[in-house]
C-alpha cells in the first residue's frame, strides 16, 4: 500500500550504503547510483521507488519457479517456528533424510547418495574432496590431480578457483591456488560456431585435449574432471555436440571420476532435471545448489553415485567417521523443508516440461536480435541465453554494462558479464515475458554506442 511504499523509498533514500561490502560488484559505482529491490512475486522485482522490472535471469539463475512462492514461505516459518535448527553431525532429523530422496529422485539412475552443503561454492569443494577420498579408499591414493577448464566457474572457495578457469577470480590469489590442477581448453568459438541454435556442431574435437593433458601427467595420477556441461558465469557456453559423451569416455577409459557443475543447469534449466539427463552423459558426481529450493535460503549439495559413497563408507572403521567433511548447517531443517516444497512445485506444475516448451520460443526470440549493433554472437540452449556484444576498444565490459543499465531503467533485470549479456529467467515465464524480455533489449542495443 501506499504507505508502506513511501516509507520504503525514505528509508532507501536515507540507507548508508557504506558498510556492506557488496560482492562481485564494482561497490563506488553501484553506491554512487544504487538499483535496490524491495519485493519480488512471480517473474517480477519492485524496486524501492515502486517500478516493475522483469527478472530475465531468476535472480541470479536460481529462482527457478518464480518469486515468492507460497508453498515455500509457509514450509520455511513452519519450520522456523517448529524446529529451527538440528545438527546433523552424529545426530538428524527427518527432513534430511526426506530432502535427500526427493533430490534423488530427480537425479541420473544410481546417483542417488546426496551430501548436503549451503552453497554451490561448498558443493564444489565438497565433490573435489569426496573424489578424491574415493581414490584414497580404494587404494589409489597417488590420483591427486584435478582438471578443470579454462572459463569454467565452480564458485569462489579456494579448490573451486583452482579448478576455475576465470582469470579474474584467481588472479589476486594465484599463488595460493591448489596445486596439482590442469586445465582444459574452453570450448566457445566464434570464429567456428557464431550464432549456433543450441548445440554447435563444432568442438567435439576438443574434448581430445583431455587425453594429451592426461598423457602429460600420466592419467593413474588424475582423481577427476570437474567442467559445468552448459557454462553459465562466463558467459554462457554451450557444449559442442558430443563433446561431453567424450569427456565421458575419456574419464572412464582411465578410471577418472568425472564431475558435473550442474549448480545452474540444475532443476529444468535446460528442460529436464538435470543438464545430464538432457544430454544423456551421467558423471559420478554431480553439484547443485540455487534451485534445489527455489534459492529461497541457502542450500547446496552433491549427488554421488552409489558405488562412491559405498567404497568410501564400507572402507571406513567399523563405528568411526567415514568421510571428515561437512558443515554445521548441512541440510539444514529450514533449508530442507524448502527443498520439499521447491520440489513439490517443480513436478505439481511440471515446471521442467514447461522449460523444454518453451525453449523454442526463447531461441527464437534470442535469435532474432542477430543485426542488431554490435552483436557478435548469440548462443543459447534450455532457458539459458547469452548474446556477446563487440568489445568498445580499450574498454572491455563497458557496453554491456550499458546495455544492462538501460534494461535496467526500462524494466528489465539481465546479467552482464564482460561484454555478454546473459539471460536465464524463471521457467514460468510465457511469451508475452520473453517479448517484453527481448524487445527491452534490443532498444537497448540499439540506444548504447
Ligand atoms: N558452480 C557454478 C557452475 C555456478 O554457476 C556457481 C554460481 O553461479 C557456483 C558454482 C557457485 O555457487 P555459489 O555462489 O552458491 O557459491
Redesign the pocket.
Known amino acids: 500500500n501506499n504507505v508502506t511504499d513511501a516509507k520504503h523509498l525514505q528509508q532507501a533514500q536515507e540507507l548508508d550504503l557504506s558498510n556492506f561490502w557488496m560482492p562481485f560488484t564494482a561497490n563506488k559505482q553501484f553506491k554512487a547510483a544504487p538499483r535496490l529491490f524491495k519485493k519480488a512475486k512471480g517473474m517480477y522485482y519492485t524496486t524501492v521507488d515502486d517500478r516493475q522490472v522483469i527478472d530475465a535471469v531468476a535472480g ?2 536460481c529462482v527457478n519457479a518464480g518469486h515468492c512462492r507460497e508453498e515455500i514461505a509457509h514450509a520455511i516459518a513452519n519450520q522456523a517456528s517448529e524446529m529451527d535448527y538440528a545438527p546433523t553431525f552424529q545426530m538428524g532429523h527427518p527432513l534430511a533424510f526426506e530432502a535427500a530422496s526427493r533430490v534423488a529422485e530427480v537425479m541420473p539412475a544410481g546417483m542417488d547418495r546426496i551430501f548436503f552443503a549451503n ?3 561448498e558443493a ?1 569443494d565438497s565433490a573435489l574432496k569426496i573424489a578424491l577420498a574415493y581414490h584414497r579408499a580404494r587404494g589409489e591414493g597417488q590420483r591427486t590431480r584435478l582438471i578443470g577448464r579454462e572459463r569454467g ?4 572457495g579456494f579448490g ?1 578457483i583452482s579448478v576455475g578457469g576465470i582469470v579474474a577470480n584467481r588472479k589476486a590469489f594465484s599463488a595460493n591456488l591448489i596445486p596439482g590442477v590442469d586445465h582444459m581448453p574452453a570450448t566457445l568459438s566464434i570464429e567456428h560456431a557464431a550464432f549456433s541454435r543450441g548445440q554447435p556442431a563444432w568442438g567435439a574435437h576438443l574434448a581430445d585435449e583431455l587425453e594429451r593433458i592426461l598423457n602429460l601427467h600420466d592419467p593413474s595420477t588424475v582423481a577427476a574432471v570437474i567442467v ?1 556441461p552448459v557454462a ?2 562466463a558467459g554462457v557456453l554451450i557444449p559442442p555436440q558430443g563433446y561431453l559423451q567424450r569427456l565421458r569416455e575419456i574419464c572412464t577409459k582411465h578410471g577418472i571420476l568425472l564431475i558435473f ?1 550442474e ?2 543447469t540444475g532443476f529444468g534449466r535446460l528442460g529436464k532435471a538435470t543438464a545430464s539427463e538432457y544430454f544423456g552423459v551421467t558423471p559420478d558426481l554431480l ?1 547443485m ?2 534451485a534445489i529450493n527455489n534459492a529461497a535460503i541457502p542450500m ?1 549439495a552433491v549427488a554421488a553415485k552409489r558405488e562412491i559413497y559405498d567404497t568410501i563408507v564400507n572402507n571406513g572403521p567399523a563405528n568411526g567417521i567415514e568421510l571428515f567433511h561437512g558443515y554445521t548447517y548441512s541440510a539444514h531443517p529450514v533449508a530442507a523443508a524448502a527443498c520439499l516444497a521447491a520440489q513439490d512445485i517443480y513436478e505439481r506444475e511440471a515446471l521442467f516440461e514447461r522449460a523444454a516448451q518453451m525453449a523454442p520460443k526463447f531461441e527464437a526470440a534470442i535469435h532474432d536480435l542477430k543485426g542488431e549493433p554490435y552483436v557478435k554472437d548469440i548462443r543459447n540452449l534450455g532457458l539459458v541465453g547469452g548474446v556477446e556484444l563487440e568489445s568498445r576498444e580499450g574498454q572491455p565490459g563497458t557496453r554491456a554494462y550499458d546495455a544492462f543499465l538501460h534494461c535496467f531503467k526500462n524494466g528489465v533485470m539481465v546479467r552482464f558479464t564482460g561484454d555478454i549479456l546473459a539471460f536465464s529467467p524463471p521457467l514460468i515465464l510465457d511469451e508475452s515475458h520473453i517479448d517484453q524480455i527481448f524487445s527491452t533489449v534490443r532498444a537497448a542495443l540499439r540506444a548504447v554506442h
Open positions: 541470479l539463475w552453497s554451490g561454492s564444489v566457474y565452480h564458485g569462489v573451486g559445468e553459465g558465469s557443475d549448480v545452474i553439484t545448489a540455487k547446496g
